[in-house]
């Protein structure tokens, strides 16, 4: 595993925890928007794994979660055996993903290495190349989707409100996870993005336009703008 951040103390990203964050380097996306451009292009300095450790060996009865982002984490490997070592420390363990390795989701389903999954569905299928920049195999978007649905441990998925996205092309992804128990409507903030764009972000009016038509397939759905978090 490479290691590229770790923020000590999360409130909000395991849903009514307390958490730390991991952020693993690399990803196999290429999304305009994204915030951790150094995480994506491997240039931060890496934090080794013993210092990983040895912080959540002091935490052990502060915090109750782990959340491991990225980047992308399911593309390392040896992601299982990394999240196996967290569990034994008896921490609950939180998944960010993109959704392109169903397989490795699977196994850490199966394995009960997750307790919680977080995936970001970037865009209707149709549009998904254009807003990630390279080529998907959209059928492993899908699988994603449908494993993470039908397993029984707590998730839920989320778009960010990217400016080249319109409100049928959030339809279309409301109708991709419809039944989903849980959804998130994220704001862009165009500071520090892997490319530069003026692009300027849809006022939050548009995305509680977009939660009340999201409520039509979706259980429970929450905007998060810059200036928090609403249900």
């Known amino acids: 595993m490479e290691i590229g951040g770790l923020q000590k103390l999360s409130l909000i990203d395991y849903p009514g925890r307390l958490s730390c964050i991991i952020f693993t380097i690399g990803c196999n996306f290429r999304c305009s928007y994204c915030y951790n451009p150094s995480l994506v292009k491997g240039t931060c300095e890496r934090i080794p794994l013993k210092e990983i450790f040895r912080f959540l060996g002091k935490r052990k009865k502060l915090l109750e979660g782990v959340i ?24 609950l ?47 492993r978007i899908k699988e994603s989707i449908d494993v993470i649905m039908n397993s029984r441990i707590e998730y839920e998925f989320r778009t960010t409100c990217y400016p080249l996205l319109s409100k049928d092309d959030f339809i279309e ?15 862009f903030l165009n500071k520090n993005t892997l490319i530069k764009t003026d692009l300027k972000p849809y006022p939050d009016k548009f995305l509680y336009e977009l939660k009340k038509i999201s409520e039509n397939y979706v259980e429970d759905v929450e905007v998060r703008t810059s200036g928090g978090i609403f249900g």
């Open 173 to 187: 992804v409301f109708r991709l996870i419809k039944g989903a128990k849980k959804y998130g409507i994220q704001q």
């Open 68 to 91: 491991i982002t990225g980047g992308e984490p399911t593309i390392h490997n040896d992601l299982p055996d990394f999240i196996q070592r967290i569990k034994k420390m008896s921490f």
């Open 93 to 139: 363990v939180g998944l960010e993903t993109n959704g392109t390795n169903p397989q490795m989701i699977k196994e850490l389903i199966s394995t009960r290495l997750v307790d919680y999954i977080a995936m970001d569905v970037k865009a209707p299928l149709e549009k998904y190349e254009k807003i990630v920049n390279v080529k998907v195999d959209l059928e």
